[in-house]
């Protein structure tokens, strides 16, 4: 319903953003005043724009499916900073215009170099924006954990979350990222939550993605828990039509199993008699497909708390009553810390921490930026990671 009421707001931002395209350009030759040019260029951006509706809609052949899709993703990221653009810089002219009365802001020429300027700018954040997506980075934390442990003076964790595999996200970036996680020669691999990006079918080469996960090499073994995008669930824009259908697409936790990777649904694992690690249900999709979730107190309710206890949580929610609770070490993602400026300014709005490290009392909480992306195709002001957590014990 609220994808239904914005649809119309779309409609006139794209007019608007157009409008000014096209004055832009008539003002810097004449041959883009042409009906001709004007019709084929308004032709292609509807097709550009529309591609979020059409790759909704449009489910066969597959191959254009898939086509639309990404394009869809591409578009919707640069058309995020299109708006971002054009509306600084014309809130700008209103205000030389009708409050300083500058006079050099009716010349063409100034409308020329300022809309040059402005599409420069477009372009080049979003062209680094789709490179910068892939540079996946390895961020370092050490963390100390006042408990004895035997034979164990410490112990290193990979923490990755949001590799979103679908559309955007395949077989190549599976195989970086465990050549990365390897690399780091971990006691315990820990993927906290949206492994999928709500279609198993949007990947496209599924078993290469299962044998690149099956080849990640861990003492302790490899651990996940659920994020709010693993479950099949259409979307739109960000928008989703679930209906009333089955949320639960069995062949998510199938190639969890294919590939070795352990699934803690609200419950704990004693690992080696030395640690505990508890992977919750997430606290969204728990709505959708299970009938909530336990509190984190329940979960650690006869746990033998003079061994460690390690938290694997999608969001970074709860983190007191988490806090409170038992835990030592809270493992979460979700936020992508933003994903694009100035998202990555905006999400401080609405989590207590959006994204690096934490102290809640004795409790340590760290919030990964992601592996992947959703939505649009890019990152930008943020990165994309997966942390190497040294955890000392006493």
């Known amino acids: 319903?609220?994808?239904?009421?914005?649809?119309?707001?779309?409609i006139l931002i794209n007019f608007y953003v157009v409008r000014w395209m096209i004055r832009w350009m008539g003002a810097c030759h004449h041959f883009f005043q042409t009906f001709a040019f004007r019709a084929v260029f308004?032709?292609?951006?509807?097709?550009?724009?529309?591609?979020?509706l059409t790759?909704?809609?449009?489910?066969?052949?597959?191959?254009?499916?898939?086509v639309l899709k990404n394009i869809g993703n591409y578009?919707?990221?640069?058309?995020?900073?299109?708006?971002?653009?054009?509306?600084?810089?014309?809130?700008?002219r209103l205000v030389l215009k009708y409050i300083f009365h500058v006079s050099w802001v009716h010349y063409r020429i100034t409308f020329v170099i300022t809309g040059a300027l402005c599409a420069i700018l477009i372009v080049t954040a979003s062209i680094y924006g789709i490179f910068h997506a892939w540079d996946l980075k390895t961020t370092p934390y050490e963390v100390k954990v006042?408990?004895?442990?035997?034979g164990m003076k410490s112990l290193k964790i990979v923490l990755l979350a949001d590799t979103h595999f679908g559309y955007s996200v395949g077989r190549h970036h599976a195989a970086q990222l465990v050549k990365k996680i390897n690399e780091e020669k971990p006691d315990l691999v820990c993927f906290a939550g949206d492994i999928f990006d709500n279609e198993y079918d949007a990947i496209q080469f599924p078993e290469d993605v299962k044998n690149s996960l099956k080849s990640?090499?861990?003492k302790?073994?490899?651990?996940a828990c659920w994020g709010n995008h693993d479950l099949n669930e259409p979307i739109l824009a960000g928008f989703t039509f679930g209906g009333n259908e089955d949320h639960n697409d069995p062949r998510m936790e199938q190639m969890l199993k294919d590939a070795n990777i352990h699934l803690l649904n609200d419950e704990s694992v004693?690992?080696?008699?030395?640690?505990y690690l508890v992977g919750r249900r997430d606290y969204s999709r728990a709505k959708k497909v299970e009938d909530g979730r336990l509190t984190p107190a329940q979960l650690t309710e006869g746990l033998d708390q003079s061994k460690p206890v390690i938290f694997i949580d999608h969001q970074p929610k709860e983190l007191q009553e988490t806090a409170d609770a038992g835990a030592d070490l809270d493992l979460c993602g979700h936020t992508h810390d933003g994903q694009m400026f100035p998202g990555n300014l905006t999400i401080h709005l609405f989590w207590e921490n959006p994204c690096g490290y934490l102290k809640k009392g004795d409790m340590h909480n760290i919030v990964t930026s992601g592996v992947g992306i959703w939505g649009p195709n890019m990152r930008v002001g943020t990165d994309s990671e997966i942390c190497s957590i040294t955890v000392n014990f006493r």
Not at 1 to 10: G, K, R, S
Not at 75 to 92: E, P
Request: proline share 4%; net charge negative; no cysteine.
């Open 270 to 275: 004693l690992i080696d008699d030395k640690f």
């Open 75 to 92: 578009f919707l990221g640069t058309f995020l900073y299109i708006i971002l653009v054009v509306i600084i810089v014309d809130l700008g």
């Open 55 to 66: 790759g909704f809609l449009i489910k066969k052949p597959p191959m254009l499916h898939r």
């Open 220 to 223: 302790y073994g490899v651990y």
């Open 1 to 10: 319903m609220i994808a239904l009421l914005l649809a119309p707001v779309y």
């Open 42 to 52: 308004v032709g292609f951006y509807i097709f550009l724009a529309t591609t979020l």
């Open 216 to 218: 990640i090499q861990a």
């Open 146 to 150: 006042d408990k004895e442990v035997e």
